[in-house]
């Protein structure tokens, strides 16, 4: 049997990939960050769903979680490891708290550093006798290659995971392990309500108050909208899985606006559109 390991099992994108990868018959090791919540998943999903319990920042839990998953693989591979988790925490720069910044780094950045440190021991290399070693799938955004005003450590995160992508399948390329990055544009997924708890006014005495409030809000009605269905994410994913040779980068794009924006357009051409849009004058884009 296959197996996987995918972190934020329990929401979204993450939990739409393991529903599809049980249905093709994988079992799925995924993270939750509470035994409950494992729990229920468990109900829901059945016997080929075991619950991983920890936080992706906690480097010693991430590490317990891993020798426990290699005694239950018991000498077999993992068949992929998918790096999900993540928050966003939107803000502009200058009035955005530290404490927000470091969530961000620490959970989308750091946080796939250190499960890929605890988990690619259980890939596998590809030798005489294990032609088939597991594949690294990071889950990055359209926020990896552009800055969007209000969501600069997302951004910061994302753009980082591309670099380490790239640098981890370099080195990766010495156990035969692909290393890959599905890179989705606004997907429908629950993480555009948890905005709403963030506090559209929250800005509204620093001079960034109008253009926040006019951002966030159709930031976050766009995907509810819009937005693509998680599951052509587990689609891409189970591409990059399961393909002979599968691509580095999968770039998911829905909206015209997103193409338009990750294919490169000219970066003056956006600081302006951006500016005029959000009505950040006074500056001399
Ligand atoms: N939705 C989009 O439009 C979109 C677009 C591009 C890329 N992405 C990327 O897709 C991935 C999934 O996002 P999503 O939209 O599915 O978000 P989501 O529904 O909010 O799910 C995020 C998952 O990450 C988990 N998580 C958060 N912080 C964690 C931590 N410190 N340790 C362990 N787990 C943690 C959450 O667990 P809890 O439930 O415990 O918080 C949840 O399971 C992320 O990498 C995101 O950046 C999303």
């Avoid at 009035?95 to 950045?109: A, I, K, M, W, Y």
């Avoid at 544009?185 to 948890?194: A, D, E, I, N």
């Avoid at 990059?240 to 294919?263: C, D, G, I, M, S």
Wanted: aromatic share 8%.
């Amino acid at each position: 049997m296959k197996s996987i390991v995918i972190t934020g099992a329990n929401s979204g994108i993450g939990f739409e990939t393991t529903k599809f990868l049980i249905e093709k018959g994988y079992r799925v090791f995924g993270s939750v960050r509470r035994e409950e919540e494992g729990k229920a998943l468990a109900a829901t999903l059945g016997p080929l769903y075991l619950p991983m319990v920890f936080d992706v920042r906690d480097e010693a839990a991430v590490s317990n979680a891993a020798e426990l998953v290699r005694r239950v693989l018991d000498g077999e591979n993992l068949a992929g490891l998918i790096n999900n988790a993540a928050v966003s925490v939107a803000g502009p720069v200058c009035h955005q708290s530290l404490e927000d910044v470091r969530l961000q780094l620490d959970t989308n950045l750091l946080g796939p550093f250190i499960v890929t440190k605890a988990f690619a021991p259980l890939l596998g290399r590809k030798t005489a006798q294990s032609e088939h070693p597991g594949r690294v799938i990071n889950i990055g955004s359209f926020a990896g290659r552009i800055g969007l005003p209000f969501a600069s450590a997302y951004c910061a995160s994302k753009h980082g995971l591309e670099g380490f992508t790239e640098s981890l399948r370099r080195e990766m390329y010495l156990y035969g392990v692909p290393v890959v990055i599905v890179a989705p544009g606004l997907t429908k997924t629950p993480v555009w309500g948890k905005f709403d708890g963030q506090g559209l006014t929250r800005f509204d005495t620093t001079p960034f108050g109008r253009p926040y409030r006019k951002a966030l809000s159709l930031l976050t009605k766009t995907p509810r909208k819009h937005g693509m269905e998680s599951r052509r994410v587990a689609d891409a994913i189970w591409h990059a899985l399961t393909v002979k040779n599968p691509r580095r980068r999968y770039t998911l794009a829905q909206t015209y606006w997103e193409q338009v924006a990750v294919r490169a357009l000219p970066r003056g051409l956006m600081d302006r559109a951006v500016v005029r849009w959000l009505r950040l004058s006074g500056n001399s884009a």
